[in-house]
């Protein structure tokens, strides 16, 4: 629900701070008084187009803000600021701002983040329905009947939906299905070929990267091996190192009483007969890991050079060959129990579409019966609006097979034939403005109580039409009213004494800047006007009376 509407700078409008409440408002005033500044100045706020013809004369910009109570969790609404990341706080008002600079752009803000105007139209289709004399979506636009329709007799399409997903999953898993034989069929030869080269390979994974570092290692110990030989030969044998350090440490045994100095030196030969023995088994260790193989070597070349060559053939890495094999396996598997897989998916396909037919049959059967609910009461409603001639229907429709969804296979569009002998017609062709707008209240009146936006604006719906008729338009609103906020721009007195809130809309002027004002009216100011609607530009004692008759009698 509209709560607050703060306008700077539009148009001829230089302030403005309005409040507003449930039930039915209504705006009146002279014509030309500015009263569609406050629509546009609404639309502005809710993605509207940003024109720069807004802004009012000397102003470098145009700001309007409106604020609507917060969505409850769970609707539309809330789902959208979910989406969107948009923060509100339980409890916290919904803050809409749209500001219109004069050389060109737009901004908007939702509780002070950033929107874009999108986001602003996607949100004011929830927020708020404007409904005037040539409006061309809401209730004219037949892409929204079928919507309205199972909203009117609540009809819960959820089966249907999952029921259709499930369906055209199972044709889009037949589908791949079939396209994967289909290919296989044709590559069979090379499927098989491919399958029986790895199995002959049969290749492991890292077994690439450990036959380069054994090629590695054996490459460093054929250079190493001359070194390793000298080293040994040096160490080793009768003429070795060690060989000489033990005979002189030998020799040392024997002379180490004569002087306390030969001591330290057996000990010192004795640590480096120690470390070489140690260096000796190390060596051995080392020439026994470095041991060069030529054979070995070259059977871990070709293996390395046909592992890199079938990966290259493959257009894949050596290490990958092993899980290339496990796939070529499957297909090749799939291949030759293609024909058994594809009648399962055959026979899920069926069943699914068997319940997806089942579910739309149902929908069908209820919109069906709804569809002639809804034309008795929208029937119910014309005749008190001059429209008794009239005839409306709903046409509930099969749709072409490649236009089912989720939501069924019907097509629901609302038709009217205006006098005796005419055929039916779509509501968006009917040639008087006035019918429109009346049928569009006859409609409203009847799907009201399944909701909508949380604000309905009529703009004029009355125009050409009093008396009689006019009462019946005010009284159909107020029903309205009582389900959700009513805002209507009204020429009509019988319209304006329904109102639980009014507002005059008039123009003043100082002989150089003109201005449009709103004045919310108390009960002696609201008579008054409707008075001067009544009798015009001289207001007479017995036309106020006679709107203190029709303030009294709503």
């Known amino acids: 629900m509209l709560t607050a509407l703060s306008i700077r700078d539009v148009v001829l409008i230089e302030a403005l701070d309005l409040e507003f409440g449930a039930g039915l408002g209504v705006l009146t005033g002279e014509t030309g008084a500015g009263k569609s500044i406050l629509l546009d100045a609404l639309g502005l706020a809710l993605g509207a187009r940003g024109d720069t013809g807004l802004v009012r004369d000397g102003a470098t910009q145009a700001v ?12 539309p609404l809330a789902t959208i600021f979910e989406d969107n990341g948009l ?7 919904l803050i809409v701002r749209r500001l219109v600079k004069r050389d060109g752009g737009s901004r908007g803000f939702v509780n002070d983040q950033p929107a874009s105007a999108a986001l602003l139209r996607e949100m004011g289709q929830h927020l708020v329905e404007v409904h005037g004399q040539h409006d061309d979506r809401g209730l ?3 892409r929204g009947h079928r919507a309205l329709l199972d909203a009117f007799a609540r009809i819960d399409v959820r089966e249907a939906s999952a029921a259709y997903r499930k369906w055209r999953d199972a044709e889009a898993a037949l589908g791949e299905a079939q396209a994967e034989i289909e290919t296989a069929q044709r590559d069979r030869e090379w499927l098989e070929h491919a399958v029986a080269e790895l199995d002959a390979l049969a290749p492991e994974p ?11 290692l054996m490459q460093r110990a054929e250079k190493a091996s001359d070194d390793l030989r000298a080293v040994e030969t040096l160490l080793e044998g009768s003429g070795g190192g060690l060989s000489q350090l033990r005979q002189a440490a030998r020799v040392l045994e024997r002379l180490g009483d004569d002087h306390p100095a ?21 060596l051995r260790e080392a020439r026994a890991a470095l041991a060069f193989d030529p054979r070995a070597q070259e059977d871990d070349e070709a293996r390395l050079f046909e592992l890199r060559g079938v990966a290259r053939k493959h257009r894949v890495r050596p290490d990958e060959l092993a899980e290339l094999a496990d796939e070529l396996r499957g297909r090749l598997r799939r291949l030759e129990s293609g024909e058994e897989g594809i009648a399962a998916l055959v026979a899920e396909v069926a069943t699914a579409r068997a319940a997806y037919d089942a579910a739309a049959e149902a929908l069908t ?15 119910g409603e014309l005749a008190p609006l001059k429209l008794e001639a009239a005839r409306f229907r709903t046409v509930v429709a099969t749709l072409a097979p490649e236009q089912w969804s989720t939501a069924g296979k019907d097509r629901v569009e609302f038709e009217i034939a205006t006098n005796p002998g005419t055929p039916f017609a779509p509501l968006i062709k009917i040639a008087s403005g006035g019918e429109l707008s009346r049928f569009i209240l006859a409609l409203k009146v009847a799907l009201a109580e399944e909701g909508g ?6 703009d004029e719906i009355d125009r050409g039409v009093g008396g009689a008729v006019a009462s019946a338009i005010g009284d159909r609103l107020a029903r309205l009213a009582e389900r959700t906020q009513v805002l209507v721009v009204t020429h009509s007195p019988q319209v304006a004494a329904r109102g639980r809130r009014h507002l005059l809309i008039a123009k003043r002027s100082d002989g150089l800047v003109t201005r449009t004002g709103v004045t919310p009216l108390n009960p002696d100011e ?5 008075a001067r609607m009544l009798s015009g530009a001289e207001i007479t004692d017995e036309a106020r009376a006679q709107a203190a008759r029709l303030i009294g009698a709503a």
Request: overall charge negative; proline content about 5%.
């Open 64 to 75: 309007v803000t409106a604020s609507f109570e917060a969505p409850a969790a769970g609707t």
């Open 87 to 93: 923060e509100l706080e339980p409890g916290e008002p």
């Open 140 to 142: 004219l636009n037949p």
């Open 206 to 216: 890292g077994e690439e990267e450990a036959l380069a570092d054994r090629r590695r």
């Open 262 to 282: 030969l001591a330290e030196a057996l000990a010192a030969v004795d640590r480096a007969v120690i470390e070489g023995a140690v260096a000796e088994d190390r």
């Open 365 to 379: 059967e209820r919109r069906t019966t709804a569809a002639g609910a809804l034309d008795r009461a929208v029937a």
């Open 453 to 458: 936006a949380g604000t309905m604006v009529f």
């Open 526 to 530: 609201r008579r008054e006007e409707i």
